[in-house]
């Protein structure tokens, strides 16, 4: 018997090489593939909208699909799940794209160390200077009896229920039940007074498709002191074509991009200047340390927001601080970008290690921010607290929106969420929702002002006014509520004067000073910018029917009711002076209002119960 021989001659040897059998006219296959991953790159370009430019995440991501996508139709018109003998040739084919794939990676990856904090801590810490010998009371425009007056009452979600009020009398424009107000309104300061000012969107799909052509007919401002909307009807030439809200070339971001195609964009806001024109504020972004990190403004793209045609101008971001023509421009740098940055600020001013080990001087703001009109600009103000404490305040952050001049005030006291829930337990039977605070000087003492609203059956409507004092937050004798300003404001000198704090406002003089302006409201919700106004007041009618929903507001002191009927859905306003049986009426009463004008609220001058 023959010895059994074992060859050991290809031990350690790699495996036979994979046969690579190419498909049945491969070159062809190859050309339809590139077609494809063409044709994907234009679709996937159109929707995803990348921009040309190295800092963006966005354009990784769609150079990387494209080229996955490459593979994915080689190995589809090769049919290799069906042939496997085919899947080296696929492979194959594979290589290239995964390397380049791999490559970008790769490049993202070290982009993103070089641009981290912790090898730039010091970096983010000077991405924005601030000003930290800043005096409250000598800065902070002191409150008088008019300027109390004025401030602003709404916060966002309230302003936008009072601005749905206002689209009523788009019906008489022939434009029922189309549009709704858009999901963000941005506040500026038109004609010296804050307002916010609310673009359209449509109220469905359906009818984008029935409207689109002739566009968004106006806008709406809301005035956030007075409490009351007004629909902005604009010329029937004029109306805004480019927006957020459109669909396909009408998207206002996919016009930009094509435009711009190399620009980092932050989201647009809208605005109008000080002829009631409005205009779309696009900012322009880059990343100012490494490959990714530490986004800032550099310059913003101004459309012309009626315009039949798209329109747009850029402004470098020193033109738009210095250029007196744009200073009409209240909102270049978003809120929470200075926020983000402030923040880099405080954390990083000692170091990386610092801002982890001993935390020496580490502060950050609140858990939330407000806006300040000041200098005829809109300022962010935020409170800014140490890192260990979450009730307490080191002091105010104040951020120019235009320029991004920032200063830091400092006082201690509680924080803006210590002061909603201070007010909010003064009326814990109500079960009312404070508002964010508005920091107010009143008498060289920082105080929170806060509307308390009720938000019961879905509704946002302001009930009570508070006061409550920033450094005293925790002393119960140191804030106010009241159904009225005069009498929230008089409550709060009082509580001043007890502490022997005297404060030279005259709530008396206050009073005069709300009932004046809303004696000058104009009670029309329609503005028309071709001259034309709805006359609220001429005329007379009446309607009859029953109470389906009744909602109380104060206003000037004064409470008013506001009624719909089971007939119709409009509401009928008429203050409890005006009319006494107004207080004793209840759902499904039957009623005879008389009543003026046209539109979605409309004022009644008597009432009959029937």
Same mark, same amino acid.
């Given at each position: 018997?023959?010895?059994?021989?074992?060859?050991?001659?290809?031990?350690?040897? *790699?495996?036979?090489?994979?046969?690579? @059998?190419?498909?049945?006219?491969?070159?062809?296959?190859?050309?339809?593939?590139?077609?494809?991953?063409?044709?994907?790159?234009?679709? %996937?370009?159109?929707?995803?909208?990348?921009?040309?430019?190295?800092? *963006?995440?966005?354009?990784?991501?769609?150079?990387?699909?494209?080229l $996955?996508?490459?593979?994915?139709?080689?190995?589809?018109?090769?049919?290799?799940?069906?042939?496997?003998?085919?899947?080296?040739?696929?492979?194959?084919?594979?290589?290239?794209?995964?390397?380049?794939?791999?490559?970008?990676?790769?490049?993202?990856?070290v982009?993103?160390?070089?641009?981290?904090? !912790?090898?730039?801590?010091?970096?983010?810490?000077?991405?924005?200077?601030?000003?930290?010998?800043?005096?409250?009371?000598?800065?902070?425009?002191?409150?008088?009896?008019?300027?109390?007056?004025?401030?602003?009452?709404?916060?966002?979600?309230? $302003?936008?229920?009072v601005?749905?009020?206002?689209?009523?009398?788009?019906?008489? %424009?022939?434009?029922?039940?189309?549009?709704?107000? +858009?999901?963000?309104?941005?506040? @500026?300061?038109?004609?010296?007074?804050?307002?916010?000012?609310?673009p359209?969107?449509?109220?469905?799909?359906?009818?984008?498709?029935?409207?689109?052509?002739?566009?968004?007919?106006?806008?709406?401002?809301?005035?956030?002191?007075?409490?009351?909307?007004?629909?902005?009807?604009?010329?029937?030439?004029?109306?805004?074509r480019?927006?957020?809200?459109?669909?396909?070339?009408?998207?206002?971001?996919?016009?930009?991009?094509?435009?711009?195609?190399?620009?980092?964009?932050?989201?647009?806001?809208?605005?109008?200047?000080?002829?009631?024109?409005?205009?779309?504020?696009?900012?322009?972004?880059?990343?100012?340390?490494?490959?990714?990190?530490?986004?800032?403004?550099?310059?913003?793209?101004?459309v012309?927001?009626?315009?039949?045609?798209?329109?747009?101008?850029?402004?470098?971001?020193?033109?738009?601080?210095?250029d007196?023509?744009?200073q009409?421009?209240?909102r270049v740098?978003?809120?929470?970008?200075?926020?983000?940055?402030?923040?880099?600020?405080?954390?990083?001013?000692?170091? !990386?290690?610092?801002s982890?080990?001993?935390?020496?001087?580490?502060?950050?703001?609140?858990?939330? +921010?407000?806006?300040?009109?000041?200098?005829?600009?809109?300022?962010?103000?935020?409170?800014?607290?140490?890192? #260990?404490?979450?009730q307490?305040? #080191?002091?105010?952050?104040?951020?120019?929106?235009? #320029?991004?001049?920032?200063?830091f005030? *400092?006082?201690?006291?509680?924080?803006?969420n210590?002061?909603?829930?201070?007010?909010?337990?003064?009326?814990?039977?109500?079960?009312?929702?404070?508002?964010?605070?508005?920091?107010?000087?009143?008498?060289?003492?920082p105080?929170?002002? %806060?509307?308390?609203?009720?938000?019961?059956?879905?509704?946002?409507?302001?009930?009570?006014?508070?006061?409550?004092?920033?450094?005293?937050?925790?002393?119960?004798?140191?804030?106010?509520?009241? #159904?009225?300003?005069?009498?929230?404001?008089?409550?709060?000198?009082?509580?001043?004067?007890?502490?022997?704090?005297?404060v030279?406002?005259?709530?008396?003089?206050?009073?005069?000073?709300?009932?004046?302006?809303?004696?000058?409201?104009?009670?029309? =919700?329609t503005?028309?910018?071709?001259?034309? =106004?709805?006359?609220?007041?001429?005329?007379?009618?009446?309607?009859?029917?029953?109470?389906?929903?009744?909602?109380?507001?104060?206003k000037?002191? =004064?409470? +008013?009711?506001?009624?719909?009927l089971?007939?119709?859905?409009?509401? +009928?306003?008429?203050?409890?002076?005006?009319?006494?049986?107004?207080?004793? %009426?209840?759902?499904?009463?039957?009623?005879?209002?008389?009543?003026?004008?046209?539109?979605?609220?409309?004022?009644?001058?008597?009432?009959?119960?029937?």
């Open positions: 018997m023959d010895p059994i021989k074992v060859d050991f001659a290809n031990k350690g040897k *790699s495996r036979q090489k994979e046969i690579v @059998i190419p498909p049945e006219k491969a070159g062809l296959k190859i050309v339809i593939s590139l077609i494809l991953s063409a044709i994907t790159a234009v679709a %996937l370009y159109y929707f995803m909208l990348p921009p040309f430019n190295i800092k *963006s995440y966005d354009l990784y991501i769609y150079i990387g699909v494209v $996955a996508s490459y593979v994915v139709f080689n190995g589809l018109l090769t049919r290799v799940s069906s042939k496997p003998e085919y899947a080296p040739y696929v492979k194959k084919r594979g290589r290239i794209p995964a390397i380049l794939i791999a490559a970008m990676v790769l490049f993202v990856a982009g993103w160390i070089i641009s981290s904090q !912790f090898f730039r801590a010091e970096k983010y810490s000077r991405i924005i200077s601030v000003d930290t010998k800043s005096s409250f009371a000598e800065e902070i425009e002191e409150q008088d009896a008019e300027t109390f007056s004025s401030i602003p009452r709404l916060d966002e979600d309230s $302003a936008t229920q601005a749905t009020r206002a689209l009523g009398s788009l019906g008489e %424009l022939g434009y029922v039940s189309q549009f709704t107000v +858009y999901s963000e309104n941005t506040q @500026i300061n038109y004609k010296a007074t804050p307002v916010r000012v609310a359209l969107q449509y109220a469905n799909i359906i009818k984008w498709f029935f409207n689109t052509g002739n566009g968004f007919p106006g806008y709406v401002i809301i005035d956030m002191a007075n409490e009351s909307a007004e629909f902005v009807n604009l010329d029937d030439g004029h109306h805004i480019y927006s957020p809200a459109e669909h396909f070339n009408k998207l206002l971001k996919r016009q930009l991009r094509f435009e711009y195609p190399t620009y980092l964009f932050a989201d647009s806001t809208f605005e109008i200047d000080d002829d009631g024109n409005p205009y779309w504020i696009c900012a322009r972004l880059d990343k100012t340390i490494g490959l990714f990190g530490g986004t800032d403004v550099i310059g913003a793209v101004v012309k927001a009626d315009s039949n045609e798209f329109s747009s101008t850029y402004y470098t971001v020193e033109e738009l601080k210095n007196p023509n744009l009409w421009i209240d740098y978003d809120a929470d970008l200075l926020v983000e940055q402030y923040d880099y600020y405080g954390k990083y001013r000692d170091g !990386f290690w610092n982890i080990l001993g935390q020496k001087n580490v502060i950050k703001t609140t858990s939330g +921010y407000n806006f300040l009109a000041k200098d005829d600009d809109v300022w962010m103000y935020t409170g800014i607290t140490s890192v #260990t404490s979450d307490s305040i #080191t002091g105010f952050a104040l951020v120019n929106q235009r #320029t991004k001049e920032a200063k005030y *400092s006082v201690t006291g509680g924080t803006e210590s002061a909603q829930l201070a007010a909010e337990g003064r009326v814990k039977d109500l079960g009312y929702t404070a508002t964010f605070p508005l920091l107010l000087n009143i008498g060289g003492e105080t929170y002002f %806060l509307s308390l609203k009720d938000i019961s059956g879905g509704s946002s409507i302001v009930q009570q006014y508070a006061l409550i004092n920033v450094k005293q937050y925790n002393n119960n004798k140191m804030g106010a509520n009241g #159904t009225d300003l005069a009498k929230c404001l008089g409550n709060y000198i009082e509580a001043l004067k007890g502490s022997g704090i005297e030279d406002i005259n709530p008396d003089d206050v009073a005069s000073a709300v009932s004046e302006n809303t004696q000058n409201e104009t009670g029309s =919700e503005k028309d910018t071709t001259g034309k =106004e709805d006359d609220n007041t001429a005329g007379g009618n009446t309607v009859t029917g029953k109470i389906a929903e009744i909602r109380t507001a104060v000037g002191g =004064e409470s +008013y009711y506001y009624i719909k089971d007939s119709g859905d409009e509401y +009928y306003s008429i203050s409890a002076s005006k009319d006494e049986k107004v207080v004793i %009426l209840n759902k499904g009463d039957e009623v005879e209002i008389g009543y003026n004008g046209s539109g979605s609220i409309l004022k009644a001058n008597s009432i009959k119960i029937k």
